[in-house]
Each structure stands twice: as structure tokens, then as C-alpha cells.
């Protein structure tokens, strides 16, 4: 630091002066600013959840993201699936209501048969009656229909003369229709809560008469009765009793309710016997989430309750 000497006050001032010019030169002078340019803002990268923080989007009402269990069931399944004691007989000996047929535990009908009269020139009737029982049926699919085959070994048209008395079954020869056949084609479908129906029912009969020995019968020498004509007639009518017969019987409500619940109660087992887990409880639900047909196969996604 400089000294301050006393003497006069111009002399002092000077000094002074000197001092701080000499201070201010010994302080080094500061270093040059650096200036940069404006950065861009970087873009965000918006970070994607890995695999494991994935959450599946599940149906409504399934809960938790589960997507349920998916299982095919033939349609003939539904319906029992042993048809080794089904079959159809047509039958009015006793009543024209005799005739029935089953087809597994699902579906069992009655339908009506009635006998045929036929006038004889002496003034007298004849009357003929059938009677037939069925193999168990060759099922098969055929294209969106699931088909019945029944075929009859035989059929026999029994007739008698006047009355139903010894006399009168033995005044007529029994006769017989070969090639006796009778196909159901079922149609199924899905109802609103994705259950399994059968949407329609149809049928066909063919079948056809064997020639006998002789087809004239005579009654009081001179009266005669061609019976080859009398059954050709009575099949005839026979064919579209049979088709109607048994589509109605498959049609009516009782028929469809019995179906409905049958099928459902074999669904339903068939559901909840999955692989690799115990049984269910008996209140377990079964909640439908998707179901269709692939042909005549039932394609259902559900979840146990």
C-alpha cells in the first residue's frame, strides 16, 4: 500500500491518485465470456411396460383378465352318444299311437299311424296294419346336418278279413315292404344364452312292397281283393304319416324341453372335467362367453363360476 506522507493537500491528493492507478493495474483483467447457441429440446421417448406389466383385455363380466376355457363338443355327444339302443318302430296293431321312436336319452317321441280299409265287392272290409322295429341307426354328419339312418329288416302289413278273429287274420296273407328306411336329419343351432338347440327336424321313408306268390285273395268264391293294390295305396300314406309323424313330435315343446335339458346336463358335465383339475362342487356356474357351431360340432369358450 502506498504511504500517506504528511504535507500539503494538493501533494496528497496527487499521491493518492498514484496509488490506486498503481492497484488497479495489478489486478489482471477478466476472462473473455464464452457464449453457446440455444439447445433443441430433446424428444421424449414415452417408455413402453415390459411383457410382464402387460394386462390382457378380457370380455365384460369375465373379471381379471381370464380369457376362459374353449372345448368342441360333436353334436351327437349332446344327445347321449351311444345310439345302440335307439331305433324307431312303426306299429298300430293295438293303436294307431303305438309307433315311437328314440334316439338316445336326448330325444323320444310318439307319432300316429292309422290303420287302412279297404271296401270288398261283397259288401264286407278289409283292414291292414303294420308292424316294424329298426336297427340302431349309422350316424353321420352331412354337411350342417347331423343324420339318423334307421334301416328295417322288415316290415309286416297284416290284414284282416271282417273282424280281428283268428278267421279273419288267416283269410288275408301278411305281406311284406323291404328296403324299409327311415332317415332323421337334425339341424343344430344355439339359443340366446349360447346352449345348443336343434333348429329343425326333417324326415324321409322309402321303403317299397315285395311282390308275393299271388296278389289276389277270394271271398265267397267270387269276390276278389287284389292286396298288392291294397298295400301299395296304404304305403303310399304311409310315407307322409311317418315324415310328419315324427318331425312334429320333434317339434312339440315337451320334445324340446326334454332335449334341452338332457343335452345340458351332459354339456355341463363335459365342461367342468378339465385335465389336471379336481372336480368341481356341484354349485359351480358356468359363465358361456362365446359359443358357435363348426358343422355339427358345438365350439364353446366359457369360464366355471
Not at 69 to 85: C, E, H
Not at 159 to 183: F, H, M, N, Q, R
Amino acid at each position: 500500500m502506498c504511504g500517506l506522507l504528511a504535507g500539503s493537500v494538493m501533494s496528497n491528493a496527487l499521491r493518492i491518485g498514484s496509488c490506486l492507478l498503481a492497484v488497479l493495474l495489478t489486478i489482471p483483467p477478466p476472462a473473455a465470456a464464452q457464449f453457446f447457441p440455444p439447445r433443441k429440446p430433446s424428444p421424449q421417448t414415452p417408455t413402453s411396460p415390459t411383457p410382464s406389466t402387460v394386462v390382457p383385455q378380457s370380455p365384460p363380466g369375465t373379471g381379471g383378465g381370464l380369457q376362459g376355457q374353449t372345448k368342441i363338443v360333436p353334436f351327437s355327444a349332446l344327445m347321449g352318444g351311444d345310439f345302440t339302443k335307439s331305433f324307431i318302430e312303426v306299429s298300430n296293431l293295438r293303436s294307431p299311437m303305438d309307433s315311437h321312436f328314440v334316439l338316445g336319452p336326448a330325444l323320444q317321441g310318439h307319432f300316429m299311424l292309422d290303420k287302412h280299409e279297404v271296401s270288398v265287392m261283397n259288401g264286407q272290409r278289409a283292414y291292414f296294419h303294420l308292424n316294424g322295429l329298426s336297427n340302431p341307426p349309422v350316424v353321420s354328419t352331412v354337411g350342417t346336418e347331423l343324420r339318423f339312418q334307421f334301416t328295417f329288416p322288415t316290415i309286416s302289413v297284416k290284414g284282416y278279413y271282417k273282424d280281428y278273429t283268428p278267421a279273419g287274420d288267416s283269410a288275408i296273407p301278411d305281406l311284406t315292404i323291404e328296403k324299409g328306411e327311415v332317415e332323421i336329419y337334425l339341424t343344430p343351432g344355439i339359443n340366446q344364452q349360447g346352449l345348443p338347440i336343434y333348429q329343425s327336424a326333417r324326415v324321409v321313408f322309402i321303403g317299397s312292397l315285395r311282390q308275393p306268390d299271388s296278389c289276389g285273395v277270394w271271398f265267397d268264391v267270387i269276390f276278389r281283393l287284389n292286396v298288392c293294390d291294397a298295400v301299395s295305396t296304404y304305403l303310399n300314406q304311409v310315407k307322409p304319416a311317418i315324415q310328419d309323424g315324427v318331425r312334429d313330435a320333434m317339434h312339440q315343446q315337451q320334445t324340446r324341453m326334454q332335449f334341452d335339458q338332457t343335452a345340458w346336463q351332459y354339456l355341463r358335465t363335459m365342461l367342468l372335467t378339465l385335465p389336471g383339475l379336481p372336480p368341481f362342487p356341484p354349485q359351480t356356474q358356468i359363465q358361456i362367453l362365446d359359443a358357435r357351431f363348426q358343422g355339427t360340432d358345438y365350439s364353446v369358450r366359457y369360464l366355471p363360476r
